[in-house]
C-alpha cells in the first residue's frame, strides 16, 4: 500500500488504505462477491466482502477469488456479535407464530432453529485464516473481537476498521487501537451495528453521527448510511469524513448477487419504503416492507429468538414462498435514500461516483462567493 504522508488531511485515510477516491463499497453479506470487490477496486475505490454468513473455507475462498481478480486492497468484515442463547420456549413460540405463513405455501415450519452464523468472537478457525491470508484490510460489525485478535491481526499488517452508532461506542473503538470508524447512522440499509442490542439506541442519523465523531475522537471517519451519488459524498467530506461507504447503491450492480425480485424492488418506480425490523434475523436492519416485517410487528407478536437464530426462520420461511414465485417474505436491505438507486456495473458506478462528488465539490467552492 501507499504509506506517504499525503498533503492533503483528507487523503490520510486514502492512503492507509491504498484508494485514489474516497469511495467504499460496503460489506454486504449475501450480496457483495469478489467480482463486485475487484471492480470497485479497480476503479480506485475500496471493495469489500461481507463473510459473516460463511465460515473460514468460503471466506478463504472469496479472498482467493478476489485476489485472482485484481492485485488492489479490499476489505474482509466480520460479525462480532454475542454468541446467541438457545431458548427452546421462545424459539418454538416464534415457528408456531409463523405456521400459518408456511401453511400458505403448502409448507411447515422446521422442527427446531440453529444458529446458523458463528460470531467472529468464537471463530478461531475464522482468525487463524485471516492470520494465513493477510486481507489488506478487515472491518468488524456489531462490536469488538478479543484485544489480542486486534493486536495480532494488526501485527500481521492489517488496517483495521469498525462500526459505531455512537460516540460511545467509537471510544471503545479508538481505545482499541482500531485505524478508522465507520460512522452507521440509522439511515443505512442492512443490520444496525450497535454493540448491545439491550441497551438505549439514540438513533442518530449519519450528517448528526460523523460531525460528533470527528470533533470527540482522534481516528479517520468513514460515513455510512443514505449515501447514494456524489453529492452525498461531498456532504460528508465537508463534515471531516474522510470516505464514504455506500451499500444499497451497489445492490443492482451486475456483480451483486442479488436475485430478480431484489433488483425489482429496488429498479420499481415507486420503491416501497423501509423500516428498521428485527423479524428477519432478530436484530435491527434497514430494508424493504414485507410481509415478514408487518407480522413482526403485529401486536400478537411473540418474543423473537435470539440472533442469528431467528434469521433460520425467516430463510426458511422466505424459501418456501420463493418457491411458490413470492418474495414477500425476503431480506431485501435497502437505506432510506433507496429512491436514488441505480443499475451501473460496480466499476461504472465508482467512475460516476467520483465524477459527481468533483462536480459537487466545485459548486460547494461557488458558494464561497455568497460568504464573501
Known sequence: MNTASPRNPH?????????????????????????????VAKAGGL????????????????????????????????????????????EGAWLNYLAPEFAKFGATPPASLNEIYKTFVTDDAMYQMLLEEKPPVVSFHFGLPAQEKIDALHAAGIVLLASATSLAEARRIEAA????????????????????????????????LVRVLVERTGLPVIAAGGIMDGAG???????????????????????SSADAAYRAALAAESTRPTTLTRAISGRA??????????????????????????????KALNAAAKAKGNSDYAAQWAGQAVPLARSLPAGELVVQLTAELKEALERLSGLRTLFG
Open 11 to 39: 487523503q490520510k485515510l486514502l492512503s492507509l488504505l491504498g484508494i485514489t477516491t474516497p469511495i467504499i463499497q460496503a460489506p454486504m453479506a449475501g450480496v457483495s462477491t469478489p467480482a463486485m470487490a475487484a471492480a
Open 47 to 90: 471493495g469489500s466482502l461481507g463473510v459473516g454468513a460463511t465460515d473460514a473455507a468460503g471466506a478463504r475462498k472469496m479472498i482467493h477469488e478476489t485476489r485472482a481478480l485484481t492485485g488492489k486492497p479490499f476489505n474482509i468484515n466480520l460479525f462480532c456479535h454475542v454468541p446467541a442463547t438457545a431458548d427452546a420456549a421462545r
Open 177 to 208: 487501537g482500531i485505524d478508522a470508524i465507520v460512522a452507521q447512522g440509522i439511515e443505512a440499509g442492512g443490520h444496525r451495528g450497535v454493540f448491545d442490542t439491550d441497551g438505549y439506541d439514540e438513533g442518530l442519523g449519519t450528517l448528526a
Open 233 to 255: 459524498i461531498a456532504a460528508v467530506l465537508a463534515l471531516g469524513a474522510q470516505a464514504a461507504q455506500l451499500g444499497t447503491a451497489f445492490v443492482a450492480s451486475k456483480e
Open 285 to 314: 436492519a434497514r430494508g424493504f416492507t414485507n410481509r415478514l416485517t408487518e407480522l413482526g410487528v403485529a401486536p400478537d407478536a411473540p418474543a423473537l429468538p435470539d440472533y442469528p437464530i431467528t434469521y433460520d426462520a425467516g
